[in-house]
C-alpha cells in the first residue's frame, strides 16, 4: 500500500526513545523528512542518526516544548529546512505516580503542562502553516487512561482533556483540511520506560499484571503504536478524523 507519505514534512515531539522515536522512525521508512526533538541532546543525535541510516533527512532539535520558546525553535527549524509541516505527531506526555491528596499545585501545573499544554502550543503554532497549505494531519498521543478511568489522577484528567482537545480540533479544521486524530496506547514496554523499570524492579508483579490485564498475554511493543500513526498519518486515512484509536490488545475496557 502506498501511504503517500514520500516527500512530506514532519514533526515529532519527544522523538529520542520509546514510542516517539518508533513513530519517527516509520514515517522516515515511508519517505518524510522529519524534525524531531526532545530535551535529551545524546538520545536525541543517536535518533536522528538513526533515521539518517534509513536514507531519510531529519533535522534533530534539543527543545521543551512545555515552553513557547522551546515550541518555536522546533516549528522554526522544521519550515526552514523543509518549507512545510504535513504532519504533526504530539508525543510528548508523562505522569506522576503520587496519590491525589499529595499532588500539589506545582505537580498539577507540571503535568498539565507536559500532557496537554505541550500539545496545545504545538498545534497553535503548526496550524497557520496547515492553513496556508490546505491540508495537513496532527495526532495526539493519549492513552487508554485517558478514554476510561486509570492510572493517577493527574495523568488521566490530562490525557482524557487531550482526547477532548483533538475531537474540538477536528470539527474546526475539517473545513481547512486538516485531520486531527488520537491513538491512545497501552501498556508499552521499551527500554528505559516506565513499564521496563517496574518488571525489572519486580518481574512477578509484572508477570501477574501481564496475565489480569493483557488478553494478548503481552505488552505492547512502541512499533505497534507506530504503525497506527503513521497510517493516521497517510492519504490513506482521509476520511478519518476525530477518531481516537485504542493500541492496547485489548487491555482497555471501553465500549466506543
Keep these: 500500500m502506498n501511504l503517500g507519505l514520500e516527500g512530506k514534512s514532519a514533526i515529532v515531539t519527544g522523538a529520542s526513545r520509546g514510542i516517539g522515536r518508533s513513530i519517527a522512525m516509520g514515517l522516515a521508512d515511508e519517505g518524510c523528512n522529519l524534525t ?10 543517536e535518533a536522528a542518526q538513526a533515521i539518517r541510516d534509513k536514507g531519510a533527512k531529519v533535522e534533530a532539535v534539543s527543545a521543551d516544548v512545555i515552553k513557547e520558546d522551546g515550541v518555536k525553535k522546533v516549528v522554526n ?3 526552514a529546512s523543509f518549507k512545510q509541516i504535513d504532519v504533526l505527531v504530539n508525543n510528548v506526555g508523562g505522569s506522576n505516580w503520587k496519590p491525589f491528596v499529595e499532588h500539589s499545585d506545582e505537580d498539577w501545573q507540571n503535568i498539565i503542562d507536559l500532557n496537554l499544554f505541550a500539545a496545545i502550543r504545538m ?3 503548526v496550524i497557520p502553516t496547515m492553513e496556508q497549505q490546505g491540508n495537513g ?3 495526539m498521543i493519549s492513552s487508554i487512561w485517558g478514554r476510561e478511568l486509570g492510572g493517577p489522577s493527574s495523568y488521566n484528567a490530562t490525557k482524557a482533556a487531550e482526547i477532548g482537545l ?3 480540533l477536528a470539527k474546526e479544521l475539517a473545513p481547512k483540511g486538516i485531520r486531527v486524530n488520537t491513538v491512545a496506547p497501552g501498556s508499552i514496554l521499551f527500554p528505559g520506560g516506565g513499564w521496563d523499570q517496574r518488571q525489572k524492579a519486580d518481574p512477578e508483579e509484572m508477570a501477574v499484571f501481564v496475565e489480569q490485564n493483557m488478553p494478548l498475554g503481552r ?3 512502541p512499533e505497534e503504536v507506530a504503525g497506527v500513526v503513521v497510517f493516521l498519518s497517510s492519504k490513506q486515512a482521509s476520511l478519518v478524523t476525530g477518531a481516537c484509536i485504542n493500541v492496547d490488545g485489548c487491555q482497555g475496557y471501553s465500549l466506543i
Design 123 to 125: 498545534c497553535r503554532r
Design 166 to 168: 483533538a475531537k474540538n
Design 36 to 45: 524531531i526533538c526532545a530535551r535529551g541532546e545524546e538520545a536525541l543525535q
Design 137 to 139: 494531519s496532527i495526532v
Design 77 to 79: 527549524r522544521a519550515i
Design 219 to 221: 505488552f505492547g511493543r
